[in-house]
């Protein structure tokens, strides 16, 4: 079973920027979708982020525009580009492979 590490979480004031690493221990190449989740203080994990096998990449509404996921198959690797980070984007953010595989995830707080 693939293992993920997130990495990149940090402390970032309002309107800074951040990238998020997600490393596999294996090829990530025929997994299907890789996503980003996240988990703020008091509130349910929610998804973020999804990249298809396929090329093609979604985002929920509040991120939109300001976070890109990417993924390297070649690096087994997928990553955040995180813009225009606000407060509610405080959170913990963990990488997801599906069938229920999860990294420890990482701390990403906004405050000024």
């Known amino acids: 079973q693939v293992q993920l590490v997130e990495s990149g979480g940090d402390l970032v004031q309002p309107g800074g920027s951040l990238r998020l690493s997600c490393a596999a221990s294996?090829?990530?190449?025929?997994?299907?979708?890789m996503a980003w989740y996240r988990q703020a203080p008091g509130k349910q994990r929610e998804l973020v982020a999804i990249?298809?096998?396929?090329?093609?990449?979604s985002y929920s509404d509040s991120v939109k525009g300001r976070f890109t996921i990417s993924r390297v198959n070649a690096k087994n690797t997928v990553y955040r580009q995180m813009n225009n980070l606000r407060s509610e984007d405080t959170a913990v953010y963990y990488c997801?492979?599906?069938?229920?595989?999860w990294g420890q995830g990482t701390q990403v707080t906004v405050s000024s």
């Open positions: 294996r090829s990530i190449f025929s997994i299907y979708i």
């Open positions: 997801y492979a599906g069938h229920g595989v």
């Open positions: 990249a298809h096998k396929d090329g093609i990449t």
